[in-house]
């Protein structure tokens, strides 16, 4: 599948470049609501979806990424309007993904989700060594918890070895859908 935002361009229409989702709902009423000259505003909302959702996109992993993005292509001012954006076209978001991503980009999203709330629930925990706390004439009673977050810990590298694999397949599957010779284990240094 091709890379819907390397054909961004302040002057190209988001519907002109990528017609097919004219076709499908939720886009096409999306498309055919638009009563702005030239489809504008729609144009410029798919393209910040793109932007913000698509993992190929340059700002894909840059935090905060929703509201910088939906407050310049659709020239907000307010993050209320942004966040009012947001909740409006949230079906429109929420098609996005299955609608314009391959099965591979989409596996590697889902890991990258997986993966960014096992690292913060990770970086939130505290080891507890088996002690009792005292406050209050309440005593609150701490179990040790350091094997199992050694052992997330340990498995979380597992985890980072699975998602590098399913980077590995997608950049596989571009490859062979742009006709790009793919290095063999040996080329790569992999054997």
Partial sequence: M??????YSPDK?????????????????????????????????????????HPKSDVY???????????NMLDLKTDKEVHNIMEKYSNIIESFIPSALTQA?????AWENRLQDRDSFLAEQHYTFGY?????????????????????????????EEYFKIRKDLNDEEAISKNKKIDSATATGDI
């Fill in 2 to 7: 091709r890379n819907i935002v390397e054909n």
């Fill in 105 to 109: 980009e989409k596996s590697l999203v």
């Fill in 13 to 53: 229409s988001f519907w002109e470049v990528n017609p097919q989702f004219t076709v499908i709902d939720p886009f096409r009423k999306l498309y055919k609501s638009d009563r702005t000259k030239g489809k504008i505003f729609s144009s410029s909302l798919m393209w910040a979806i793109s932007f913000i959702y």
């Fill in 132 to 160: 009792n706390k005292v406050e209050d004439d309440v005593t609150y009673e701490f179990k040790d918890n350091t094997k199992a977050l050694d052992d997330m810990a340990s498995k979380t590298a597992k985890l980072y």
């Fill in 61 to 71: 992993y840059v935090d905060g990424k929703e509201y910088s993005v939906f407050k």
